[in-house]
């Protein structure tokens, strides 16, 4: 019998020693599938959502995923990380943060930097400063692949970073610079993610600003144009949403001091470009809808502020975490397609 791997002693563990935990941005895709997790730990939570982005639906989903005993393990505070108080009000004897609140999105940023700004980089440094005077023991936060920017080397390695290309760059950027100094002057356990393009259930498919995949799932779905900006040869790293939460618990339980102050990069080492992707989602959504066999994109104009090509090195994470992905593209949109589309095309 081989030896189980960390991911797996930290869920055993956890499952044995409960701990009260604060989950920022709870309403939204990756912080319902942490709730999820943690809840079926059966560890306590409480969940900090303003609902600007998050949506109530996502709780519901988990609420009826854990079932009524895990789910009273779970407490909701309706409130805005650029209000203090609600900062203050979630750290309270939580000792262990997981940060994803913010406001995503390379074109809203651009549309408005002010309320980019508000919320990922002013609620950042109140919730810092509300968990350093809670004692909160160590912040897990979301950091970005986007603040590697127009540095050109591939895969990217988290010691080189280039000038970020928007305004959503910039403020994860931000986070950086504030969780090391916090750590640097108060002390703060801090240890930051830097995500690559994630996707899964609770992903919201509508609106200008949704990513790549639900929308184009969606637009299939329902027998709509998909655009690709660009010439289609863009790649990403696209990391289902189960490798970003083993990541976060990785990263919150670790007793490695080295580990501890870093920033990793959390997806799976391999480029897709997004003419790739279109072909794979057409193959795997035809069964279904045999009219997309002869779909074709449409192409429009790149989007300024978006980066041309995107792929992790995940080797710091790796050695330091021990972070094993679990799912490659194709097994998380195995594994995910049942659900973007039952939420897309219900009725029809």
């Known amino acids: 019998m081989s030896e189980p791997s960390r991911y797996e002693q930290v869920r055993a563990s956890l499952r044995e020693n409960p701990r009260r935990w604060l989950i920022t941005g709870v309403a939204g895709f990756i912080g319902s599938n942490l709730l999820e997790s943690l809840l079926e730990l059966g560890q306590p939570v409480v969940g900090l959502d303003n609902f600007s982005t998050g949506r109530e639906s996502n709780l519901a989903d988990v609420e009826e995923s854990v079932g009524p005993d895990r789910w009273g393990r779970f407490r909701l ?20 943060v997981l940060h994803q609140g913010a406001l995503g999105a390379v074109p809203r940023s651009i549309e408005d930097p002010l309320a980019s700004h508000e919320s990922n980089t002013t609620g950042t440094v ?92 969606a637009e299939m779905a ?13 790649s990403r790293d696209f990391c289902y949403v189960e490798n970003a939460v083993q990541a976060n618990l990785l990263a919150a339980t670790t007793e490695d001091r080295e580990a501890i102050g870093e920033v990793y990069n959390v997806a799976v080492q391999e480029r897709t470009s997004l003419n790739e992707l279109f072909r794979l989602l057409r193959d795997m959504l035809a069964p279904r809808f045999p009219r997309l066999e002869e779909e074709e994109p449409v192409y429009a104009d790149f989007r300024p502020g978006d980066v041309r090509h995107s792929e992790a090195d995940i080797t710091r994470a790796r050695e330091r975490l021990g972070y094993r992905p679990t799912h490659t593209l194709r097994e998380g949109l195995a594994e995910a397609l049942p659900w973007y589309v039952g939420e897309r095309t219900v009725g029809i």
């Open 77 to 96: 505070i309706r409130g805005d990380l650029s209000d203090f108080d609600a900062c203050r009000r979630g750290c309270e004897g939580a000792p262990i």
């Open 126 to 217: 109140n919730l810092l400063a509300a968990a350093k005077d809670a004692g909160v023991e160590r912040i897990v936060y979301a950091s970005s692949s986007s603040v590697y920017g127009d540095d050109p080397g591939l895969p990217k390695r988290e010691e080189h970073t280039g000038e970020p290309l928007s305004p959503y760059a910039a403020t994860k950027v931000c986070t950086e610079v504030y969780a090391e100094v916090f750590a640097r002057t108060y002390g703060l356990e801090v240890v930051g993610l830097r995500y690559f393009n994630v996707f899964g259930p609770r992903q919201d498919p509508d609106g200008p600003y949704a990513a790549v995949i639900p929308r184009w799932i």
């Open 222 to 234: 329902s027998d709509e144009p998909v655009t690709i900006y660009g010439d289609g040869e863009t």
